[in-house]
């Protein structure tokens, strides 16, 4: 019996991840990716490898998601993250009014945390902001996003998938009643154009999810809510730091390399495609990161930018939407069979999403089939480019 | 905060297929605060949507967004117009040279990446091993072998595009891999040095330092390169007065 | 895949010898080569000269004659510029490759070395043109 073949659309890290856990279970996997590897949403994350301790108070589903999923991708892809831990940081007394709740969050959670001094911490980070009255430590980390991207991408070419980068789906194929048969596409690399098979089609374009569900007439609740960032020149934590408050504008410093990332805001937008930079939220996160860190103001800015999450419900403020994911079957939500879509979450989340979308997979294909992809230590993200095509 | 908007020309490079290479040409206003890569990305959101080109992370980290502008190496997410161009002018933005083009400004880097793994270049390793520039000390020396970093180098593909001798010779492993291979150091490492201590390898550079000067992630492949050689003679010497390694 | 048609290739060649854009090691090399080239010319031909002496005295003086043209000590003066630009950047590329950190100061090693080279030829073109 040849392997059912599913085409995914998307090359972010939903999309590798998926491929991955699909092509462990024997699927013979397409990915089309109009672009290169992450250049959505994905690509553009400050890197933060949740504890969730961002979540533990408001959002403990996702909270929960978050510290399980940082602990496994430790153990399968090690060679893209800087697992250096981050602090939880009270500089103020609405802070400390915080404190406790986020401290019982962790519990909830079960989130390992060290409750230190303010003299503790300025100890392991000499540039925290000298004010600080408390620190909590808890296992954030960064990770390298285009790396880690790669990583699962090369573990699910060399367990035989297919990636087409620079291909555009253009539309989808539709069988006289409505089903999902396969897609077509624009490969912009040379203007041919080309029309693909598959069993299932699964939709991984996070933010841009709502448009290619049009294609088959269907609908998803992705609500497109961009973010800035901002990239300081220097190395001036070892750590992330985040503010010891809700979830707010600004609330966080993660490093990378020889770089501090300080994000990010939350509001509406209507073009996915381009969002552009705003000065005013840029000037908010020099402020806000120089609370946490005053030597930011001597930085140098070396890139500011712009990422659309993509939050999944109806609701009105972006913040209050949960941040945790969903995966449709479109059969059962508006008849359209042979199509899923996967949407929300965060980069932390990615292969636990990829685990829910294969189950579903599996289970319209009455397919019974076990996860693996806990277990199994990702390639060297390299290798996506040794292995031949 | 200035609200200055500049009017740019735009002469983007642009391969298709079995198509012959020209230029197209688009006039934007911009920001003169924004990046370079802003503007391309702008020119596929809102004017053409067939162009191609690499981009993934937005703060150089990733390498993915390389190109020559104004025939010079830039990484283009942190380049901002006002450093390349100035009002009424021109940027022409071209793919990096010595690697094979996929389209327009994308180009294939397998080969850089391919030579990476092979030098063993690693991609997280401890503070200690590459600590972040002087002057900024986050955490005391005794305490830097507690923190994992990734490494600078990128891979972004600029020095191999830079480089007079990627552009003559094509099997020249180029300052990336060399200096990737530096990380390890030589000694009783045989296998390594087979790999660079030949006519392909680190020899083949003519100290042109054009890698040192585009490199945007302080790698200094020129100086690295040039370690690379002061090793494998300290090894032949070793191994001339007879040391069995 | 295509290929890469912003590299240089025969139809730009020219382009090798374009220092705009070109960080001053580059331009170091150029000159390098082309110092190389030009003196390896100029030994051929004081080999083919030399050639000539053997043909007798006769030979000798129309070589003389030659020899003393001021656009053949022009061209002279360019050998010897080329040689002392080349054994000098010869001596900045040994240190810059063998001793310790040298290549962090290479630019500056380059923009003496060609002062020094500039000057050498100055001085000796002096002496060449008023002798």
């Known amino acids: ?389 | 905060m200035s609200e200055t908007k500049w009017n740019v020309t735009l002469l983007i490079y642009r391969q298709k297929g079995s198509q012959s290479p020209h230029y197209d040409t688009f006039k934007l206003e911009v920001d003169p605060d924004e990046y370079v890569l802003d503007a391309v990305e702008r020119v596929w959101a809102f004017h053409d949507r067939s162009l191609t080109f690499a981009h993934a992370c937005h703060h150089s980290t990733c390498g993915a967004c390389g190109m020559r502008v104004n025939d010079m190496e830039k990484l283009t997410c942190i380049v901002p117009i006002r450093d390349v161009t100035a009002d009424g002018g021109t940027l022409k933005i071209e793919p990096l040279r010595n690697f094979p083009v996929i389209s327009d400004l994308a180009v294939n880097m397998a080969s850089l990446y391919a030579h990476m793994e092979q030098v063993g270049h690693r991609a997280v390793l401890p503070l200690s091993e590459e600590p972040s520039e002087p002057g900024v000390r986050p955490v005391a020396k005794a305490a830097e072998d507690d923190y994992i970093r990734l490494a600078d180098c990128i891979e972004c593909g600029l020095c191999i595009s830079a480089c007079p001798i990627s552009a003559a010779s094509a099997p020249y492993l180029g300052p990336a891999v060399l200096a990737g291979a530096q990380q390890h150091g030589l000694d009783g490492n045989s296998d390594l040095l087979a790999l660079v201590d030949c006519a392909e390898g680190m020899w083949r550079c003519h100290q042109a330092f054009e890698c040192t000067e585009v490199c945007p992630s302080n790698v200094e492949p020129g100086l690295k390169i040039m370690q690379l050689r002061q090793a494998a003679m300290r090894q032949r010497i070793k191994h001339l007065f007879g040391s069995k390694k | ?131």
């Open chain 1, 1 to 389: 019996m040849s392997k059912p073949h599913v085409i995914i659309i998307g090359a972010g890290f939903t999309g590798v991840a998926t491929a991955h856990d699909l092509a462990l279970r024997g699927f013979d996997v397409t990915v089309v990716e109009r672009g290169p590897f992450v250049n959505g949403t994905s690509g553009r994350t400050h890197g933060l490898l949740h504890s969730g301790g961002r979540y533990c108070v408001n959002d403990q589903e996702s909270a929960i998601e978050c510290i399980d999923e940082n602990i496994i991708l430790r153990k399968i892809v090690p060679q893209v993250i800087e697992p250096n831990g981050g602090l939880f940081v009270a500089l103020d007394e609405s802070d400390l009014a915080y404190a406790e709740r986020f401290a019982k969050g962790c519990e909830e959670c079960h989130i390992p945390y060290e409750k230190l001094s303010g003299e503790q911490a300025l100890k392991l980070e000499p540039n925290l902001n000298p004010a600080v009255k408390l620190a909590y430590s808890i296992p954030d980390g960064t990770f390298d996003p285009l790396r880690l991207a790669l990583a699962f991408a090369a573990t699910a070419k060399s367990n035989g998938a297919k990636f087409h980068l620079y291909t555009e789906v253009t539309g989808l194929l539709l069988d006289g009643k409505g089903n999902v048969t396969g897609v077509k596409v624009w490969k912009r690399a040379t203007g041919e154009k080309e029309e693909m098979h598959a069993d299932v089609v699964v939709n991984a374009t996070g933010a841009w999810a709502g448009q290619i569900t049009e294609m088959a007439g269907a609908n998803v609740p992705v609500k497109p809510t961009p973010g800035v960032m901002v990239a300081y020149d220097q190395r001036l934590v070892n750590r992330a730091i985040n503010r010891l408050c809700k979830p707010s504008d600004g609330d966080i410093i993660v490093p990378q390399r020889r770089l501090a990332v300080v994000g990010t805001t939350s509001f509406d937008a209507e073009d996915v495609n381009y969002i552009p930079v705003f000065k005013d939220q840029v000037q908010l996160m020099l402020e806000r990161g120089a609370e946490l860190v005053p030597a930011i103001r001597r930085a140098k800015q070396r890139g500011a930018f712009m990422a659309s999450r993509p939050l999944v419900g109806s609701g009105t403020s972006g913040r209050s939407i949960a941040r945790t994911f969903k995966c449709f079957d479109h059969k059962e939500s508006d008849n359209v069979d042979c199509f899923v879509t996967i949407t929300g979450g965060k980069a932390t989340t990615l292969r636990m999403m990829a685990e829910k979308t294969a189950d579903v997979v599996c289970h319209k294909l009455g397919i019974s089939t076990e996860c693996v992809t806990k277990e199994t230590p990702l390639l060297s993200y390299r290798e996506f480019y040794a292995l031949p095509n």
């Open chain 3, 1 to 131: 895949m295509l290929k890469n048609t912003n590299s240089p290739s025969s139809s730009n060649w020219w382009k090798w010898f374009d220092i705009r854009g070109r960080a001053a090691g580059d331009v170091a090399f150029m000159l390098n080569r082309i110092t190389a080239l030009g003196l390896v010319l100029y030994l051929a031909m004081h080999l083919v000269a030399l050639g000539q002496l053997a043909l007798g005295p006769g030979a000798y003086d129309t070589f003389v004659q030659i020899v003393k043209h001021p656009v053949f000590i022009a061209f002279e003066l360019l050998v010897v510029a080329a040689g002392i630009y080349h054994g000098l950047n010869g001596i900045r590329i040994g240190l810059v490759a063998f001793f310790g950190d040298t290549a962090t100061v290479q630019k500056q090693i380059f923009y003496a070395m060609l002062a020094i080279s500039i000057l050498g030829s100055l001085f000796f073109g002096i002496r060449m043109f008023t002798a």
